[in-house]
């Protein structure tokens, strides 16, 4: 039996009652070199799981943060077989934990469905997010994702219909990426107060972990996400902190975040 590093995660995380802290990272922010050195340093300081951005020139669910640091990213060339040996680099570093790719469905498709589940597999990635991809249109990728044993994690929000809801559920695997805020992602001083209530509409269709984010920045969010899911994923705060620094110091400045979210410094 292969190896979920998701579900075997996601089980360490309720046994331990701890909410589970899921970083995004656009790869090649600031450069692949710090990327690759970054991540191992997250999950030091206490991430769960990683999501690393594929850039994009059109990323429609990102807020302004994530997009600019998608254009430096592709200023630089980092392409979607960058990322693919990102992960194949890390994998020995972080053998237990969940890499997880992030990207729009125009690379994926370009590179072939195929092709893709494969090289993906090979790398060691562990899931696959692609908030364009509606679930009427997943089939074909989602069949290569059971394929390969990747995960295709799905995305439901607040206007999601009880109708939308039990359809994705019926059809998800890894965790459900609930989604804050009908909007895109930024960091924000406060989450939305019906963040609760549409936890409570998705629990009651699946048993599937679930995951909050766009939005989610602080250690007082990681506190209100823990009493109604299992996660919390945070991505433009912590693109904030590194700011303009680069090497070490970009490294430092994101750990330094993690253990401030984490309430541990």
């Not at 630089?76 to 990322?83: A, E, L, R, Y």
């Not at 090289?119 to 991809?133: C, E, K, M, R, S």
């Not at 996400?225 to 991505?235: C, K, N, T």
């Amino acid at each position: 039996m292969v190896f979920n590093r998701i579900k075997h995660k996601f089980a360490r995380i309720r046994e331990e009652g701890e909410v589970g802290l899921i970083l995004f990272l656009t790869a090649g922010f600031p450069d692949l070199e710090t990327t690759e050195k970054m991540i191992p340093a997250l999950i030091d300081a206490g991430a769960d799981g990683i999501e690393i951005g594929v850039p994009f020139s059109d990323p429609l669910a990102d807020g302004a943060t994530i997009q600019a640091s998608s254009f430096h990213a592709l200023e630089q060339g980092v392409s979607i077989k960058d990322c693919l040996g990102l992960v194949s680099r890390l994998r020995s570093k972080v053998p237990e934990t969940p890499l997880i790719l992030f990207g729009y469905y125009n690379p994926i498709f370009v590179y072939g469905l195929g092709k893709f589940g494969v090289d993906a597999q090979l790398a060691g990635v562990d899931g696959l997010i692609v908030p364009d991809l509606p679930i009427e249109e997943a089939g074909p990728l989602n069949n290569e994702c059971r394929s390969t044993g990747i995960d295709l994690i799905q995305l439901l929000t607040p206007t999601s219909t009880e109708e939308r809801i039990s359809m994705v559920c019926d059809s998800a695997t890894g965790f459900i990426y609930c989604v804050s805020v009908a909007g895109v992602t930024g960091a924000r001083e406060a989450l939305p107060s019906d963040v609760s209530n549409m936890l409570k509409r998705i629990r009651k269709h699946t048993d599937l972990p679930l995951g909050v984010g766009f939005g989610v920045s602080t250690k007082e969010h990681l506190k209100y996400v823990s009493q109604h899911a299992e996660a919390a994923i945070v991505g433009s705060a912590l693109i904030k902190a590194i700011g303009d620094s680069v090497g070490d110091e970009a490294v430092s400045k994101a750990v330094n975040f993690v253990k401030t979210i984490r309430g541990t410094v």
